[in-house]
């Protein structure tokens, strides 16, 4: 028996386990429950299809309705990887916030609405990764995106609604932007099923393919957070409670740049923006560390890390090479990682410190020798300071970036080391700050709960089993960057002749017509 | 190699515990990692002299071409065997260093042992990646070393200066290195090295791997975080910044001179830089008071030397430049621990506050004094041999001018040493006729006294002596050392095999010696004129404050531009979203597609006026100034959107737009009670010019858009295939419902997700933490009838009423109300004057009908207009007619279930009728048809999908019931808290925004 059906489970899963953890509303330990093992579950599956799925990607028309009528879910090595990275996270993010919340006695946290709120939101981050269909890409973004509206207004202080307004009109706008370029795919190729699409794609008149191709890259370059579309991350994603911008950092912008991925190579091979896209990913680098090195606050400065990386990823996908895309991947299963990390021990230093300011945080290095480790090693690792998955990553791309040749490649090139150094500068001058320097007032924090620390530790060192497992993870993120660039068995998976998929629908009508 | 470097690894991270359990005992057991190391190294000597030294290689990362791969030979294993050597000696004298309770020394000797292992692997790698591994290690296992007193602002700056400059050196590199590797085909430094590829790219990535050695190895203009970093702890400064991390950069040179030493580039960067770093780091040796910082400096010198002669590409300079490596390495790291026991026994490196240590302590006096003579170079020294062989090495090649002033240079480096160096054993140890006064004491009468001089540890001195003793014994053997490393001189491109002796007779480099010596020590007499005169030459331009003041542009720069591009503005962000629409997609579409060739204006004139409707109220909307009216514009606008879905002949879409926009209509309007009747701010005339002009920019590109897609198209819509497969697969004439709940049930159950998630966050921000608020049955009213009891009824929902009830208002008796028939539940909990009997006679006439109305929908929707969504509206409708009939506890009488339980079920029923038909099936969502004969009701016909459509149905009752749970009934609640507390007038309304 193949493991088609295993496709869909990521995403029906945690929204089955969502609507029953909101009618369980009033027992806190039933939701958890629900939660942790729907999130297990959909860690398990995930694993599953990394660890099965071939050349040719897992489909499944939903509901036997073969598509492009129906919708299908395609689960390739790249969704597979995204899918595992994210579930491991995602997992790990939830019993942190369990934590915190039993922690904080769930006062200003109202746990009841969090648990299926989050299982929401992963719902939609894994629907989003197993889109084979643009409008229910769309539908995925819109079911993150409600879930993290409510989430990052948690609470509702009111820094949290001022950075939420900015979060929600801007992901609305980019929302109208998606929803309008997939009414214009529609109306120039007539139909939105991305394999459907790729067909068609070529033989209509190429300026309108660019437009919608620019359209497309705009409205996920927004989510991506890339330059210069990119300044609402850092006013939002600070002010919300630790894991949830831990979550929202690691995941959401990554989701973005995987529609980028996907779209840019499925529906748009050949690189016509490549030019374009370079340039954005430089400024995106630049920009967003210079950003970073500019602020005091140790959250902003992460959020602004985070913009400066997509560069990385961008940078990645321009090149259209095998390397290049093999690099991004591999950088994307990277950062997901270590920024939603970095994010969780800040909220463990907020906690310990009591500020995230770095100017009133100091000698936590004495204080918590632990939380000195836990911070130490993945910021390292965003630095790029090898052997962690960060340099990895890195090399991978610069690797990409000196094959490719062009004076614009090498600009990229030495704007990705002038990015890493200036990380480390960044990061460095946190780390003397908020861990050696004697603060200036004692601080005012509160001990760590084991429940906070004991995943944090889990996810520093899933990140250090990404370097030991970089051997047949980067020949993994190489195969599956090949299948992106070939396109035909995504486009045979789905189509296998052509014009319909595997569901029954149309023989139904087929057998209706003939007796 | 690798298990040594896993031995390394393991006694890292068991430090922490062995200094806990053992305290400073500690290091002597993990001196004993480095001493395998290094006997291991010493037994692998003949296999390495024969060229068959050990190879192991391990896959890591094929996809980076990037292996575990490590070789022995002789240039390995010479600096191999220092490294391990060198750190075993080191670790040995923290055992006696540190004072018994000094803290941090578990997290000390953890990163020294790790810094110690990634040193060895750094050498002994054979893969350019993995040797960039080991090489970034060290900078930063050097970065917490030399911050180890953290609470020092010196020792932060310090370790912050020295990690971003070898970390920028590193990037550098690390281009270097995978330009070589794209352009040789391999990353194996072996295979590399036997067939160097060339080309101009090569030629960079040269010169990118000197700038790696020159900030690692401190040489000028970069060499200044050296000195800084003696804030660290002196067997740090001993190892990391005299024998091991310093030395990265000169066995870097060493590496690939063999390959690149001919190429011009490279050539005049090692010469210029190794002579310039010799001079300039001698020359400010000669300035130093505090012991520490003349060895450093001297070391930046002496790192220039051997970056110099291992960098030049002739075989009698590599010769001399390892043997000057070994050298330096014995006789640099005795003197630094040597001035570590001096600071420790007088608690001052000042060589002016010092005075009589020599005959205090004569073992570390001597200790010092023979290191010293091998650093001057004095025979029969191991310093001594090796300059010997760089003189010899210089002089051979006496042709140009350039070669001469490289004489005179080394030369005159070496007069510096000399010079230097006896002003460092006369500051260490000799006695003085005058001190001056310890900075921090009191102010003290008569003559100032030197430091006293307490008596350390003997076990302290011995590790510097045995260094010491070894420069002399290693220089007795010159032949022996000749032969071990000639092989690696051999490699070099030019020149010929040079020797290694104490006595080459009366060669001009003897006489230069002389020379040089006879300098030395007229410097070293005449230093208070030579301090005079540097004071008189002092430069002002120092490359320490060149760093600082780039640094601080840095940090300016980064402040401009985040200032420029993080402007906090929401309309800016938008702004520029918008622009990016404009700007690029938009000058796409007018540069390459053509304009369609014909336009079809309208189907039909209808058209038009909806658009007129939508377009006009739109616009309406962007420029009232009242929130209300906005509203209702946008609500006009969206029942125009209604009227062109029915004039395309769409009544489903017809139908639940018109019931989305009365519940958005009943929604805004419940939320603008709390809300300022006014939009506050509004935008100076200028930006809203410029607004105005991205909104119509936008709206232009967008219909242009609109206008070109269409008419490029040339298949067939994938809608053709609906009606048919509806019906024959999804078992509906309703195309739009199958397509809902069937075709695109994946998509819908996403949907309603959304709805959920949007219900419970409207209400986790009205009840906050309070999710649980109670469900307001009548029986709870307490007792008087109070709800919307303000006088002062602004706007929305409160004025409506109002209006409703104006003829009750007149007449206002409870008694008369409490006799009234009952037409709703909970009417009588109401104000007296906010009931109107008409509309509860209405409400109670409507509801139920709207009610049966729904279920007709739910049922009839597979085949005809309806559906859940349109059937969940409609009960959200009648619910809320309850609610605006009756307030809050009707609402509560009509609906006394949880929202939450409500949405919670909705969604679970959709997504467990896909799991459960994923169980079945293997397939989520999968449909089945079931005909049944009924009783009464004949034969049945329905489709599983109707348990979807009826999970779609709770989840929009449940998302109307929950807004007006929290925006109405619980809103009301809060103002009627707040109006007790500031009388009734304030009630309900006026509330600040929320």
Known sequence: MTLEWLAPVPAILPLFGAGLALAMWRSKRAQLIISVVVLALVLAAALTLLLTVGDAPYVLDIGGWSAPVGINVVADRLAALMLTVSSAVTLCVLLYSMAQGLADGGEDTPVAIYHPTYLVLAAGVNMAFLAGDLFNLFVAFEVLLAASYVLITLGGTSARIRSGTIYIVVALVSSVIFLAAIALVYAATGTVNMAHVALRLPEIDPGVAQVLQLLLLLAFGIKAAMFPLHAWLPDSYPTAPAPVTAVFAGLLTKVGVYAIIRTQTLLFPGGTVDTLLLWLALATMIVGILGAVAQDDIKRLLSFTLVSHIGYMIFGIALSSQAGLTGSIFYVAHHITVQTTLFLVVGLVERRGGTTSLDRLGGLAKLAPGLAILFFIPAMNLSGIPPMSGFLGKVGLLQAGVADGTPLAWALVAGGVVTSLLTLYAIVKAWNKAFWQIPPAPLEGAPLPRGMVGPTTALVIFGLGLTVVAGPLYTYTEQAAANLRDRETYIVGVLPDGKRGTGESDEVVAEGGSS | ?994
Request: one cysteine or more; proline letters at 5%; a positive charge.
């Open chain 2, 1 to 994: 190699m690798l298990s040594l470097l896993i031995a390394h690894a393991v006694a890292a991270l068991l430090a922490p515990t062995l200094v806990r359990a053992m305290g400073r005992k500690a290091f002597l057991a993990l001196a004993v990692v480095p001493a395998v190391a290094a006997a291991w190294l010493v037994s692998q000597t003949s296999a390495v002299l024969r060229g068959d030294g050990p190879v192991e290689v391990v896959r890591w990362v094929p996809g980076l071409s990037m292996d575990l791969s490590f070789q022995l030979d002789t240039l390995s294993w010479f600096m191999a065997l220092i490294v391990t050597a060198i750190g075993a000696v080191v670790l040995v004298y923290c055992a006696s260093y540190f004072a018994a309770s000094a803290a941090g020394l578990g997290r000390f000797s953890a990163v020294l042992v790790a810094f110690a292992g990634a040193m060895l692997g750094l050498v002994v790698a054979d893969d350019m990646l993995l040797m960039f591994v080991f090489w970034e290690l060290t900078t930063v296992f050097s970065y917490l070393l030399i911050g180890h007193y953290a609470d020092r602002k010196a020792s932060r700056r310090a370790a912050m200066q020295a990690i971003v400059i070898t970390t920028g050196g590193g990037l550098a590199m690390l281009v270097g290195v995978i330009i070589l590797g794209d352009a040789a085909g391999t990353y194996r430094l072996s295979e590399l090295l036997a067939d160097p590829p060339a080309g101009t790219a090569v030629t960079v990535a040269a010169v990118l791997l000197l700038v790696g050695a020159i900030t690692k190895s401190a040489l000028i203009p970069l060499h200044f975080w050296l000195p800084a970093a003696m804030a660290a702890p002196t067997p740090v400064s001993a190892y990391l910044h005299a024998a091991a991390m310093v030395k990265a950069g000169v066995y870097l040179v060493a590496r690939f001179a063999p390959a690149f030493a001919e190429l011009g580039p490279w050539r005049t960067t090692v010469v210029a830089l190794g002579l310039g770093s010799l001079l300039v780091g001698g020359y400010r040796a000669l300035r130093q008071n505090d012991l520490k910082l003349v060895l450093a400096f001297g070391t930046v010198s002496q790192l220039g030397f051997l970056v110099f002669l291992v960098g030049l590409g002739t075989q009698q300079a590599a010769l001399a430049g390892l043997a000057m490596i070994g050298a330096h390495a014995m006789f640099k790291a005795a003197l630094f621990l040597v001035v570590g026991i001096v600071d420790s026994a007088t608690g001052t490196r000042d060589l002016r506050r010092l005075s009589g240590v020599g005959k205090a302590l004569p073992v570390t006096a001597a200790a010092g004094i023979l290191a010293t003579a091998s650093m001057i170079g004095l025979p029969p020294f191991a310093g001594y041999v090796a300059k010997e062989a760089a003189l010899e090495a210089v002089l051979v090649s006496g042709e140009t001018w350039v070669d001469t002033l490289v004489v005179v240079g080394v030369a005159l480096g070496s007069a510096l040493t000399v010079a230097y160096g006896l002003r460092f054993v006369w500051g260490a140890f000799a006695t003085k006729s005058s001190v001056i006064p310890d900075p921090d004491a009191p102010e003290e009468d008569g003559e100032p006294r030197p430091a006293p001089v307490s008596r350390p540890a003997l076990l302290l001195a011995w590790p510097a002596l045995a260094l010491a003793v070894g420069g002399l014994a290693v220089a007795l053997v010159p032949h022996y050392g000749e032969q071990l490393l000639s092989p690696y001189a051999g490699t070099l491109p030019r020149g010929e095999a040079g020797h290694l002796t104490l006595w080459a007779g009366f060669t001009p480099a003897f006489f230069i010696t002389v020379a040089v010596l006879a300098v030395g020590v007229g410097a070293f007499f005449a230093r208070e004129l030579v301090s005079r005169v540097q004071t008189r030459l002092h430069v002002p331009l120092e490359a320490d404050s060149v760093y600082r003041r780039t640094m601080r542009r840095l940090d300016d720069l980064a402040a401009d531009v985040t200032a420029l591009v993080q402007r906090g503005s929401l309309p800016f962000y938008v702004g520029a979203i918008l622009l990016a629409v404009v700007v690029l997609p938009g000058s796409v579409m007018v540069a390459r597609t053509a304009w369609p060739a014909e336009v079809r204006l309208w189907d039909r004139p209808a058209q038009l006026a909806a658009a007129a409707i939508v377009v006009t109220s739109a616009i309406l909307a962007a420029r009232s100034r009242r929130r209300l009216k906005a509203v209702i514009l946008l609500g006009v606008s969206g029942f125009g959107i209604a009227m062109f879905f029915l004039l395309h002949g769409a009544p489903d879409l017809a139908l639940t737009q018109i019931l989305v926009e009365t519940v958005t209509l009943v929604v805004f309007v419940l939320v603008l009670r709390r809300i300022p009747p006014y939009f506050s701010d509004r935008p100076l005339a200028a930006s809203r010019w410029v607004r105005l002009a991205v909104g119509v920019a936008a709206g232009l590109a967008v219909g242009g858009f609109a206008l070109v897609a269409p008419a490029v198209r040339v298949h067939t819509p994938v809608s053709i295939d609906f009606p048919q497969e509806a019906y024959a697969y999804g078992g509906g004439k309703n195309i739009v419902n199958v397509a809902l709940v069937d075709i695109r049930a994946w998509d819908t159950m996403g949907e309603i997700s959304v709805l959920l998630v949007a219900a419970t966050g409207v209400a986790s921000l009205v009840f906050l933490s309070r999710r649980s608020g109670s469900l307001f049955r009548a029986e709870e009213a307490d007792g008087g009838a109070a709800v919307w009891a303000g006088k002062e009824p602004a706007s929305g929902v409160t004025r409506l009423q109002r209006a409703a009830s104006v003829h009750a208002r007149q007449a206002s008796s409870a008694e008369r109300y409490s006799r009234m028939r009952v037409w709703i539940r909970a009417g009588a909990t109401l104000a007296p004057g906010r009931r109107s009997v008409i509309f509860e006679v209405v409400t109670r006439l409507l509801f139920h009908v709207m009610i049966l109305y729904a279920v007709f929908l739910l049922f009839s929707g597979h085949n005809a207009p309806g559906g859940g969504f349109a059937a969940g509206l409609v009960v959200g409708i009648a619910l809320m007619v309850r609610y605006l009939a009756g307030g809050r506890y009707e609402l509560g009488e009509a609906a006394p279930v949880h929202p939450g339980l409500l949405l919670g079920t909705g969604l679970f029923l959709s997504a467990g009728v896909g799991l459960v038909s994923l169980l079945l099936t293997g397939n989520p969502l999968r449909s089945l048809l079931i005909d049944l004969q009924v009783p009464l009701l004949g034969e049945v016909h329905f489709v599983t999908s109707l348990f979807f459509d009826l999970g779609v149905f709770l989840v929009v009752v449940g998302l109307v019931l929950d807004i007006l749970r929290s925006l109405g009934a619980e809103i009301d609640r809060q103002g009627e808290l707040a109006g007790q507390d500031v009388g009734p007038g304030a009630a309900t309304v006026h509330g600040g925004g929320s």
